[in-house]
C-alpha cells in the first residue's frame, strides 16, 4: 500500500503501529504498548508489557489471559501519549469490542477492530465516529453476504430446539465459546428445556454475567442430574467439541452450527452438521458498506478478509483505498482442537475462500 509520510498507523512485523504515539493496536508480537480493540485470541494476545482496553472488556481480557498489566477506559474516555489523544468506541462484536480513534496534529484515524452495526442486547452498540481514514475490517466483505435480522434466525432456533427437545433429543449448537456463546444464550427462548454448556463457554458467561449482561441460567453437564432432562437441553460448545467424547454425552443429539459462514453451503457441507444457523458476530457487507459512510472518511485502509474485493469497490466510489496485510483471523484455522480454541468467525473461514478467491456458494 502507497504510505504518506504523516500516517497514523503504519503495519510493521510486529503488527499496526502509530508512530508519533509509539503504540500498538492488537499486535501479534509482543510489544511494550498494546491498545487491544476486543479479547479474542487473534485480537488480544499474551505477552505485552502493557494493555490498554476499553473497561467493558477487562473482566473478558482477564479471563482469557490472566493476570495482565491492563488499563481500563471508558467510552470516549480521551488518553493523551506523547501528544496523541486516544479514545475507545464501542464497535458491537463481542463484549467490551471497541474501535480505537487516533487524533494527532489535526487529523483522525478509527481502527475499527471487528464489528457489527446491528446492535444485540450483550455488548454496547456500534458508534459511527468522523474520522479522515477508516481501517476496516472486512471479514464477510463479499455482497452475497447479507444477514437476515437476528431475531428471524433465533426463531429458526428455537423452532429446531423446540422440535428436537419435543422428539427426545438434546440439541447440541456449536458456536465460538467467546461472543457467539453469550449471544445465543441471551437469544433463545430460555423457556424451551434446560441449557448446558461447555466448561469452555462458562468462564466467559461469568465474566458477561459480572458485566450486567442478563444471560438464562446454565448449568454444566454434571450438574443436570434428571439424565432424561438431558434429552429436552440447548447444549452450547465450541465447534472443537465435533465428534469428541465430550459431545458423545449426548446421544442421538441433532447438531448444529451458529456462524456467519454457514451462509456458504459448502462451509456446512464440510462441517457435516444437522443444521447451520447464519449468524455473525460481524458486520455484512451493507453493514460495512453502512459503516464506512458513517465515517464521512476518504481514505480507507482495508484489515482481514475479502482485502481486494473491498478495495476495488472503494476505489470506484471514488476513495482511496489500501490494504493492511495482518495476522488477525486466518492463522488460527485449523488449529480446533489444540490448546488455543480458535475464537471468532475469522476463525472458520473455509479453506481456499481467502483474500480475492471467493469461491461461495449461494443457498
Ligand atoms: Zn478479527
Ligand atoms: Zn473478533
Same mark, same amino acid.
Given at each position: 500500500? /502507497?504510505?504518506?509520510?504523516?500516517?497514523?498507523?503504519?503495519?510493521?512485523?510486529?503488527?499496526?503501529?502509530?508512530?508519533?504515539?509509539?503504540?500498538?493496536?492488537?499486535?501479534?508480537?509482543?510489544?511494550?504498548?498494546?491498545?487491544?480493540?476486543?479479547?479474542?485470541?487473534?485480537?488480544?494476545?499474551?505477552?505485552?508489557?502493557?494493555?490498554?482496553?476499553?473497561?467493558?472488556?477487562?473482566?473478558?481480557?482477564?479471563?482469557?489471559?490472566?493476570?495482565?498489566?491492563?488499563?481500563?477506559?471508558?467510552?470516549?474516555?480521551?488518553?493523551?501519549?506523547?501528544?496523541?489523544?486516544?479514545?475507545?468506541?464501542?464497535?458491537?462484536?463481542?463484549?467490551?469490542?471497541?474501535?480505537?480513534?487516533?487524533?494527532?496534529?489535526?487529523?483522525?484515524?478509527?481502527?475499527?477492530?471487528?464489528? /457489527?452495526?446491528?446492535?444485540?442486547?450483550?455488548?454496547?452498540?456500534?458508534?459511527?465516529?468522523?474520522?479522515?481514514?477508516?481501517?476496516?475490517?472486512?471479514?464477510?466483505?463479499?455482497?452475497?453476504? /447479507?444477514?437476515?435480522?437476528?431475531?428471524?434466525?433465533?426463531?429458526?432456533?428455537?423452532?429446531?430446539?423446540?422440535?428436537?427437545?419435543?422428539?427426545?433429543?438434546?440439541?447440541?449448537?456449536?458456536?465460538?465459546?467467546?461472543?457467539?456463546?453469550?449471544?445465543?444464550?441471551?437469544?433463545?427462548?430460555?423457556?424451551?428445556?434446560?441449557?448446558?454448556?461447555?466448561?469452555?463457554?462458562?468462564?466467559?458467561?461469568?465474566?458477561?454475567?459480572?458485566?450486567?449482561?442478563?444471560?438464562?441460567?446454565?448449568?454444566?453437564?454434571?450438574?443436570?442430574?434428571?439424565?432424561?432432562?438431558? /434429552?429436552?437441553?440447548?447444549?452450547?460448545?465450541?465447534?472443537?467439541?465435533?465428534?469428541?467424547?465430550?459431545?458423545?454425552?449426548?446421544?442421538?443429539?441433532?447438531?448444529?452450527?451458529?456462524?456467519?459462514?454457514?451462509?456458504?453451503?459448502?462451509?456446512?457441507?464440510?462441517?457435516?452438521?444437522?443444521?447451520?444457523?447464519?449468524?455473525?458476530?460481524?458486520?455484512?457487507?451493507?453493514?460495512?458498506?453502512?459503516?464506512?459512510?458513517?465515517?464521512?472518511?476518504?481514505?480507507?485502509?482495508?484489515?482481514?478478509?475479502?482485502?481486494?474485493?473491498?478495495?476495488?469497490?472503494?476505489?470506484?466510489?471514488?476513495?482511496?483505498?489500501?490494504?493492511?496485510?495482518?495476522?488477525?483471523?486466518?492463522?488460527?484455522?485449523?488449529?480446533?482442537?489444540?490448546?488455543?480454541?480458535?475464537?471468532?468467525?475469522?476463525?472458520?473461514?473455509?479453506?481456499?475462500?481467502?483474500?480475492?478467491?471467493?469461491?461461495?456458494?449461494?443457498?
Amino acid at each position: 500500500m /502507497r504510505e504518506h509520510r504523516e500516517d497514523l498507523v503504519v503495519e510493521t512485523p510486529s503488527g499496526l503501529y502509530c508512530p508519533p504515539g509509539d503504540f500498538y493496536i492488537d499486535p501479534w508480537r509482543p510489544v511494550d504498548r498494546a491498545v487491544i480493540t476486543h479479547a479474542h485470541a487473534d485480537h488480544a494476545r499474551a505477552g505485552h508489557r502493557h494493555y490498554l482496553a476499553s473497561a467493558r472488556s477487562v473482566g473478558v481480557l482477564r479471563a482469557r489471559l490472566g493476570d495482565i498489566e491492563v488499563q481500563g477506559v471508558g467510552w470516549g474516555e480521551r488518553v493523551v501519549h506523547r501528544g496523541v489523544a486516544v479514545s475507545l468506541h464501542p464497535a458491537g462484536h463481542v463484549l467490551g469490542s471497541a474501535q480505537v480513534r487516533i487524533e494527532h496534529a489535526g487529523r483522525v484515524w478509527v481502527v475499527s477492530g471487528d464489528y /457489527r452495526v446491528e446492535a444485540d442486547p450483550t455488548c454496547d452498540a456500534f458508534e459511527p465516529v468522523r474520522c479522515d481514514c477508516f481501517v476496516t475490517e472486512s471479514t464477510f466483505g463479499l455482497p452475497i453476504y /447479507r444477514w437476515q435480522p437476528q431475531q428471524a434466525v433465533f426463531a429458526q432456533i428455537d423452532a429446531w430446539w423446540r422440535a428436537n427437545a419435543e422428539a427426545g433429543r438434546p440439541s447440541l449448537l456449536m458456536g465460538y465459546s467467546f461472543g457467539k456463546a453469550q449471544r445465543l444464550l441471551a437469544g433463545v427462548e430460555a423457556s424451551i428445556g434446560p441449557i448446558v454448556v461447555h466448561g469452555a463457554v462458562e468462564p466467559i458467561n461469568r465474566a458477561y454475567r459480572e458485566a450486567g449482561i442478563a444471560l438464562p441460567p446454565t448449568h454444566s453437564v454434571a450438574q443436570v442430574q434428571d439424565k432424561a432432562a438431558l /434429552r429436552r437441553a440447548l447444549v452450547i460448545a465450541p465447534p472443537s467439541v465435533q465428534g469428541s467424547a465430550w459431545s458423545r454425552r449426548f446421544p442421538e443429539a441433532s447438531d448444529a452450527f451458529a456462524s456467519g459462514w454457514m451462509r456458504l453451503r459448502g462451509a456446512r457441507r464440510r462441517r457435516g452438521v444437522d443444521r447451520g444457523f447464519v449468524l455473525s458476530d460481524h458486520a455484512d457487507w451493507p453493514g460495512l458498506l453502512e459503516a464506512i459512510a458513517a465515517t464521512g472518511a476518504q481514505r480507507v485502509i482495508v484489515t482481514h478478509g475479502y482485502e481486494a474485493v473491498m478495495v476495488r469497490w472503494l476505489q470506484q466510489q471514488g476513495l482511496e483505498a489500501g490494504a493492511f496485510r495482518t495476522e488477525y483471523g486466518d492463522e488460527q484455522f485449523g488449529a480446533e482442537g489444540g490448546a488455543v480454541e480458535p475464537q471468532g468467525d475469522a476463525a472458520a473461514r473455509p479453506v481456499g475462500a481467502a483474500g480475492t478467491g471467493p469461491q461461495a456458494e449461494e443457498e
